[in-house]
């Protein structure tokens, strides 16, 4: 018995199983041939009953698209007065009993009208934008004063010993601002409530200021203190903006810049009497000067589709701007020392850009 189940077995593994005919194995796929007789070997989009095997859904993670290219160009309006510390021309002194007293005066600012334009763009695919701004201010202010009934005028610009009283005072200044302005920006938060954009950049100034003083009456007759400041330089400044949407249109933004600029300071300092006649001081002076610079604007801006208004109020502040001289007695006549003083703009600014 076993040499014949060993036969089976033998007799099996040379043959193989038998042919299934009710499952026959799975033919071969065949190619459909195209009209020029080759094969197809892509599935005809034409054909709908090839489509079952297709993705119903997409995908959880598809590429980001790129951002929009931007273009802004704006126009501001300033509504600015300019101060300088350190500017009193007179002491108002109620009697005459030579003791010093009273008020000091300085030369009231007026308001005065200036504006900005500039624009930046932002390319398609960056992701930080580029641009530049020019600032335009010019001021002029006057002021009369006249010595009490039964005072007088003390004279707080001129040489101690010479000219220090007077009847009558009158102060005259003239303010330029030019600032060029290069930015790079990127706006690193918009959550469509809150956007918040940080920038940095270069800004090249050419800051003048003159001023003229003249007494009369007592010890003066048409005495004269002139001084002249101009200030070139280039320095980097850093800032940030921020905007919060209250409703569908309305907004309120905050914008602040800081840096130091670094340049040229050139200062001339002339004390006359006798409508200049008779000379009594005439310096000049340059040095090289840091100065830092701070800016603050805050405000509300109304939005309707790519035009907007901004209105708000603005202060800027350069620290040790300016130089004073001063001579501090009459014994060491040539003895004089200078003195930074900062000097400030603030007011209104109106605000109105266009997004493209």
């Known amino acids: 018995m076993t040499r014949i189940f060993d036969a089976a077995v033998l007799l099996s593994v040379l043959v193989g199983p038998a042919p299934d005919h009710e499952n026959p194995p799975p033919a071969a796929p065949v190619q459909e041939a195209t009209p020029s007789g080759m094969p197809q070997l892509l599935p005809d989009p034409t054909n709908h009953s090839l489509s079952n095997d297709r993705p119903k ?37 109620d009697n ?40 335009y201010f010019r001021g002029r202010d006057t002021e009369l004063v006249v010595a009490p009934s039964g005072g ?12 220090e009283t007077a009847e009558v005072a009158s102060s005259f200044a003239r303010w330029a601002w030019d600032l060029y302005d290069l930015e790079f920006g990127s706006e690193f938060a918009n959550t469509g409530t809150t956007r918040l954009r940080a920038h940095f950049g270069v800004r090249i100034a050419d800051v003048g200021h003159a001023s003229t003083t003249l007494y009369d009456g007592r010890d003066a007759n048409l005495a004269r203190v002139a001084t002249g400041q101009k200030f070139v330089g280039a320095g980097p400044l850093v800032g940030a903006e921020a905007e919060w949407r209250l409703g569908r249109f309305l907004q309120l933004f905050a914008q602040a810049r800081g840096g130091t600029v670094v340049g040229l300071l050139e200062t001339s300092w002339r004390e006359s009497n006798f409508d200049d006649q008779i000379v009594h001081a005439d310096v ?9 610079v701070a800016e603050l604007f805050l405000g509300g801006s109304l939005q ?29 006549e040539g003895k004089a020392s200078t003195q930074a003083t900062p000097t400030s703009l603030d007011g209104f600014m109106l605000r109105l850009a266009f997004r493209f």
């Open 96 to 135: 005459t009993d030579s003791v010093p007293e009273g008020t000091l005066r300085t030369l009231a600012s007026d308001f005065h009208s200036g504006f900005r334009v500039g624009g930046r763009v932002r390319p398609g695919r960056w992701n930080w934008d580029i641009g530049g701004a020019y600032t």
């Open 57 to 93: 859904a997409l995908p959880d993670a598809l590429p980001e698209p790129r951002p929009a290219g931007v273009i802004v160009l704006y126009s501001e309006y300033h509504l600015f007065r300019a101060s300088r510390a350190g500017t009193e021309y007179v002491l108002i002194d």
């Open 284 to 292: 000049w002076l340059a040095r090289q000067q840091a100065v830092p």
């Open 304 to 332: 309707v589709r790519r035009i907007s208004f901004h209105a708000g109020y603005g202060v800027a502040t350069w620290f040790r701007l300016f130089q004073s001289v001063d001579f501090p007695d009459d014994l060491n």
């Open 152 to 163: 007088l005028l003390y004279a707080t610009l001129t040489r101690p010993g010479l000219i």
